[in-house]
């Protein structure tokens, strides 16, 4: 009997697929193997059961990817939920703006999603809150502490496959978890001495949600390359560019050093955040540099 169904997670060479309400424990054909191709969590596959009973199957065949993450190694992902704390550990910008670059890079929607809002100031959410509407991606402020937000978070993920991306210690797992109550992921700490989290999730999955839709809770990281993007292409990335940039004097500007910069006045006239274009030119340095050592 060939079904299809969806990878929610892959541990020890066995992938579970979800079929309805069924899981199934399969293994991926010899001929993956072959021709080097590995099946990813989030991929709609074809399977043939094998035991109903014990609920075994082969996967016989992976259906066309539209998206695919690196890192996480993903399949099928819809939006990337790029998700920091506002507090403890303080939140790392450059980074979520590198997140927010990679997911319009390989095709996925951005969500920018601040945590732990009880420890700041409403000024403070009120900068970010202007900084990062001006992109035109949703912005959703939750504190799972005192559960604020966590239903305009389900309205955002609702029928979709959402990814988690982010640092350790933001809060991922605690959010995963007051998204589907009773799923308890182990939540961790954040080390005083290092002042980042400690990593809970040791491998990808995919969680499905009782409001609709999907969430991968992925391993915790830091940092992330971005040198497949050229660094001429870095501002396309930048939505809130695209109107100030029609006032550049060069086609081709790059918004780093040329005169008559249509963002570069817009940021000297608080139309375009400061923040956002300071990451701007930190990320054009960067792919800049990888571009002369590689």
């Keep these: 009997m060939r079904l299809t169904g969806i990878i929610l997670k892959?541990?020890?060479?066995f992938y579970y697929v979800e079929v309805g309400s069924r899981i199934y424990a399969t293994r991926a054909r010899g001929l993956?193997?072959?021709?080097k191709i590995k099946p990813l969590v989030g991929d709609r596959v074809e399977i043939d059961v094998i035991s109903e009973e014990e609920a075994q199957a082969h996967i016989q065949k992976i259906l066309p990817r539209f998206s695919q993450l690196?890192?996480?190694?993903v399949a099928n992902v819809e939006q990337v939920v790029?998700?920091?704390s506002m507090a403890s550990p303080s939140p790392n910008f450059i980074l979520m703006d590198k997140l927010l670059v990679l997911g319009q890079y390989h095709?996925?929607?951005p969500v920018v999603l601040l945590n732990k809002i009880e420890l700041v100031t409403a000024e403070a959410l009120e900068k970010v809150r202007r900084d990062y509407e001006a992109t035109g991606f949703d912005v959703?402020?939750?504190?799972?502490k005192e559960n604020t937000g966590i239903?305009?978070?389900?309205?955002v993920l609702k029928d979709k496959v959402n990814v988690f991306a982010g640092p350790s210690g933001v809060g991922k797992s605690s959010i995963t978890n007051a998204l589907k109550p009773g799923l308890e992921l182990k939540v961790g700490e954040v080390s005083g001495r290092i002042g980042r989290g400690r990593h809970t999730t040791r491998h990808s999955e995919l969680i499905e949600l009782p409001s609709g839709g999907y969430v991968l809770d992925t391993p915790g990281f830091s940092s992330l390359e971005i040198l497949d993007i050229p660094k001429e292409a870095l501002k396309d990335y930048y939505p809130e560019f695209?109107?100030?940039?029609?006032n550049c004097r060069y086609r081709d500007c790059s918004h780093i050093s040329e005169t008559d910069c249509g963002v570069k006045t817009a940021v000297a006239e608080h139309r375009i955040s400061r923040s956002r274009y300071g990451s701007y030119a930190y990320l054009y340095e960067e792919l800049k540099k990888q571009k002369e050592r590689y």
């Design 10 to 13: 892959g541990i020890g060479g």
């Design 70 to 73: 690196k890192r996480p190694e």
């Design 242 to 246: 695209q109107e100030a940039s029609e």
């Design 32 to 35: 993956f193997r072959n021709e």
């Design 107 to 109: 095709g996925v929607t």
């Design 151 to 155: 239903e305009a978070l389900k309205k």
């Design 82 to 84: 790029v998700t920091m």
């Design 140 to 144: 959703i402020f939750v504190s799972v």
